[in-house]
């Protein structure tokens, strides 16, 4: 795979910066309509926000307090760890160009240091905020807290978690919504949908088995906390029997924010006799094109509409329909986790079209047809820095008392052959505004004979930065091609 990301600077807001609530200052701003949902003040999806970002001067703080207790979305009750006693944790909202303030009180009873990570935000000029110990920062200590405090320079959906050890799939994850402009217009906001594996054994107890090669299997798949297991004699455990459920009016178009918040699964999302169309991927708006459904990996996030045009059945099931969401990998696996309800008042099960849950997907990427390009221009200068980047044998080991941008601001001249090569970063010679180039070759192979490799998918990500691809296939790269 070749990729390029540019580096830049947003200029700083140093001051006039008012307190703001979420009564006071409207998510979203009321110019925001029903008929227009492009605009977005002066500014709309064409708006380039790597430099461009409103000025709201508003300050939006959430307060997060981490503590340990049992919880059981699918009925199977285990320990775990929440964030205001709730799992998942508060939905976090702002507008684009918002200040949030979050402050992280760590009242853990297990000896864990903690931390939160907001997915996907660029913290540009304020790396230091982005959650990563060992990276960025030292872990939240027990009985201890940190404050931290970004500017909103993109607008979408996203989540938050923790990044320290394997504490987010125990439960420290949620959502967040930074509202602007959406590329086609809607009714009504759903907000976001989280769909996440439920392991029923913490997850630190199974990562051996992620090891050797064999990563577990998810007990249950919840949607927006909520799912339904089997319960078994003697287990701990209560049988659900409600289903996350959705009610739509005939005729209105909604916006739902999708979030791929698995540990280990990448997802297959569809709707029962309905299509939808994707207005939006992560942080990018884009061209809208209407698909039936869509595959999502773990950290993935798809904007979707919506129009509640279904033909409703005069029978027991009163316009009734699954929400479907499975591994993609899984064409027999249960995928029925929520419903959408046109009579709010019925209590039926949808009934599943003939060999509905049994359409194999497969686990690709949207179709590149469907993607349009978004202008960057023609680049006549090709003399920047080129990476090359063997994905291979050595782990990454962090030193929490150490994090990289310590030793960075203490040791003026610190290189690579410093460093031993599991703590090594990798280190990006460029100046600002500049293109660096990647070259990222998977080196490694499932016969290798010292490894054994699971066959899972899982997107490269860069924390704080945004990447155009150039190139990518299972061929080798010849030089004409690079």
């Known amino acids: ?48 926000y790597a430099y461009v970002v409103p000025q709201t001067r508003v300050t939006r703080e959430y307060n997060f307090i981490i503590t340990n207790t049992n919880i ?120 976001p949908i989280m769909v996440n594996d439920r392991l029923h054994a913490p997850a630190s107890s199974l990562y051996y088995l992620e090891l050797e090669g064999t990563p577990p299997v998810a007990s249950s798949i919840l949607m927006q906390s909520q799912g339904i297991y089997l319960c078994q004699p003697g287990e701990p455990c209560i049988q659900r029997t409600n289903y996350y459920t959705v009610n739509f009016t005939a005729g209105t178009a909604y916006k739902m924010s999708l979030i791929n918040s698995e540990t280990d699964t990448r997802l297959t999302f ?55 969401a499975r591994d993609c990998s899984k064409p027999n696996a249960t995928s029925t986790l929520g419903i959408i309800r046109y009579n709010a008042s019925s209590t039926a099960n949808p009934c599943e079209t003939s060999g509905e849950n049994r359409q194999n997907f497969g686990c690709a990427d949207p179709p590149t047809s469907k993607l349009v390009p978004n202008g960057y221009p023609i680049l006549t200068d090709l003399s920047g820095p080129l990476h090359k980047w063997i994905l291979g044998k050595e782990r990454m080991y962090l030193n929490w008392s150490e994090p990289t941008l310590k030793l960075v601001n203490d040791y003026a001249n610190l290189r690579e052959e410093h460093l031993a090569p ?55 790269l010849t030089l004409a091609q690079s």
Not at 13 to 24: A, R
Not at 454 to 468: C, E, K, N, Q, T
């Open 422 to 476: 599991s703590t090594a970063p990798i280190f990006l010679d460029y100046e600002a505004e500049s293109w660096v180039y990647f070259l990222i070759q998977n080196n490694s192979t499932i016969s290798s004979p010292d490894h054994m490799y699971y066959r899972a998918a899982h997107p490269i990500h860069l924390h704080g930065h945004d990447f155009v691809i150039i190139a990518q296939g299972r061929q080798t």
């Open 1 to 48: 795979m070749s990729l390029s990301l540019r580096s830049s600077t947003l200029p700083r807001v140093e001051s006039s910066i008012v307190k703001g609530s979420l009564v006071d200052v409207p998510l979203p701003p009321i110019n925001n309509v029903q008929t227009n949902r492009s605009a977005w003040g002066p500014y709309d999806i064409k708006t380039d």
């Open 270 to 324: 569809w709707l029962q006799d309905h299509s939808f169309t994707i207005v939006g991927t992560d942080f990018v708006a884009i061209e809208p094109y209407v698909t039936g459904t869509i595959n999502i990996a773990v950290g993935q996030r798809y904007e979707i509409i919506v129009t509640a045009n279904a033909t409703i059945k005069s029978d027991a099931t009163e316009g009734n329909f699954w929400m479907h």
């Open 72 to 191: 059981a979305p699918d009925g199977f009750e285990r320990p775990g760890m929440v964030i205001n006693g709730q799992y998942p944790g508060p939905l976090v909202e702002a507008n684009w160009g918002d200040i949030l303030r979050i402050n992280v009180f760590n009242n853990l009873t297990n000896l864990n240091g903690t931390s939160i990570h907001f997915h996907g935000v660029r913290m540009l000029n304020q790396n230091f905020e982005d959650g990563t110990p060992g990276i960025t920062e030292c872990p939240i200590p027990p009985n201890s807290s940190k404050t931290y405090e970004f500017r909103v320079i993109q607008y979408g959906t996203t989540w938050y978690h923790s990044h320290f050890g394997l504490q987010y799939p125990d439960g420290l994850t949620g959502p967040m919504k930074f509202y602007g402009p959406t590329s086609q217009n809607y009714g009504v906001d759903l907000g």
